[in-house]
Nanobody, 115 residues
Framework: QVQLVESGGGSVQAGGSLRLSCVAS???????MGWYRQAPGNERELVASITSGGSSTYADSAKGRFTISRDNVNTISLEMNSLKPEDTGVYYC????WGMGSDHWGQGTQVTVSS
């Protein structure tokens, strides 16, 4: 059974930093990994992603402030600096396995940035 567990969320003031981590188990042949955010009343949106080949992409709002990294085969993290109130939301990690043909999401971790 595939399981994704996020950690590192919390409450910070604007300008602060947080580091999110996501550990996956029961999964192999991972091709795509990403962090998504869902703010209240909004749809879930991509924040940053990274492929097994190391290519990363960022939402415009995250460029220059956030960094996604693959720490090991089954762990990704998101370093978030210069946080803004509009970064507030529930952050979800996502792993796609080409070998298993399956897409998996974590349970989400809350990030709250106060002004």
């Amino acid at each position: 059974q595939v399981q994704l567990v996020e950690s590192g969320g919390g409450s910070v003031q604007a300008g602060g930093s947080l580091r999110l981590s996501c550990v996956a188990s029961g999964i192999h042949s991972i091709h795509y990994m990403g962090w998504y955010r869902q703010a209240p009343g909004n749809e879930r949106e991509l924040v940053a992603s990274i492929t097994s080949g190391g290519s990363s992409t960022y939402a415009d709002s995250a460029k220059g402030r956030f960094t996604i990294s693959r720490d090991n085969v089954n762990t990704i993290s998101l370093e978030m600096n210069s946080l803004k109130p509009e970064d507030t939301g529930v952050y979800y990690c996502r792993f796609y396995s080409w070998g298993m043909g399956s897409d998996h999401w974590g349970q989400g971790t809350q990030v709250t940035v106060s002004s």
